[in-house]
T-cell receptor, first 113, second 112 residues
Framework: GENVEQHPSTLSVQEGDSAVIKCTYS??????FPWYKQELGKRPQLIID?????GEKKDQRIAVTLNKTAKHFSLHITETQPEDSAVYFC????????????FGKGTHLIIQP | DGGITQSPKYLFRKEGQNVTLSCEQN?????MYWYRQDPGQGLRLIYY???????QKGDIAEGYSVSREKKESFPLTVTSAQKNPTAFYLC???????????FGQGTRLTVV
């Protein structure tokens, strides 16, 4: 089945700086890669996703890049703000939903004032 | 009000008892998932279902059981065979396998 590794487990950045979270996946058949944000005490919510036919996708301060050859994808947050503090999860799923939607272990992003 | 609903929010059970967690969605989603969330472990997949009357084991299915008799409902039973059942359980649903998954608010199960 799919295995998703996520790094780092904790990331502390100064407000206004950029943050990068990286994930690798094992199943070359995986072709959908969402990122979720979970604030303390709340449910995870999708912030951005990318499909395997695209190398990069942006939405305002958030971007995701995908390298299919190396089987890794990354989340980039620019101009970080206090409200970006949360736990971020990457995930992957293969063609036809085989093995279900598999998540990484999460990154706790801390924005320092 | 559309969405995915889990109940109850908090659940306490004695060791050795089976307990069933409810998950209902009115989004007309085909796929539904159950995850367990422990500190530092991320979201671990217990069971998932892509269609009514069909479901598959995830990474940590031992000690759990599910049913999918209706499209809207995907209840999870935590059996006495689950050695460490105290955890936060999240249900999710999506229209298809490669579309956004929406999560319920979760059920925190404590076994004493």
């Amino acid at each position: 089945g799919e295995n998703v590794e996520q790094h780092p487990s904790t990331l502390s950045v100064q407000e206004g700086d950029s943050a990068v979270i990286k994930c690798t996946y094992s199943d070359s058949a995986s072709n959908y890669f969402p990122w979720y944000k979970q604030e303390l005490g709340k449910r995870p919510q999708l912030i951005i996703d990318i499909r395997s036919n695209v190398g990069e996708k942006k939405d305002q301060r958030i971007a995701v890049t995908l390298n299919k050859t190396a089987k890794h994808f990354s989340l980039h947050i620019t101009e970080t703000q206090p409200e970006d503090s949360a736990v971020y999860f990457c995930a992957a799923i293969g063609t036809g939903g085989a093995d279900g939607l598999t998540f990484g272990k999460g990154t706790h992003l801390i924005i320092q004032p | 009000d559309g969405g995915i609903t889990q109940s109850p929010k908090y659940l306490f059970r004695k060791e050795g008892q089976n307990v069933t967690l409810s998950c209902e969605q009115n989004l007309n989603h085909d796929a539904m998932y159950w995850y367990r969330q422990d500190p530092g472990q991320g979201l671990r997949l217990i069971y998932y279902s892509q269609i009514v009357n069909d479901f598959q084991k995830g990474d940590i299915a031992e000690g759990y059981s599910v049913s999918r008799e209706k499209k809207e409902s995907f209840p999870l039973t935590v059996t006495s065979a689950q050695k460490n059942p105290t955890a936060f359980y999240l249900c999710a649903s999506s229209y298809g396998w490669s579309t956004e998954a929406f999560f319920g608010q979760g059920t925190r199960l404590t076994v004493v």
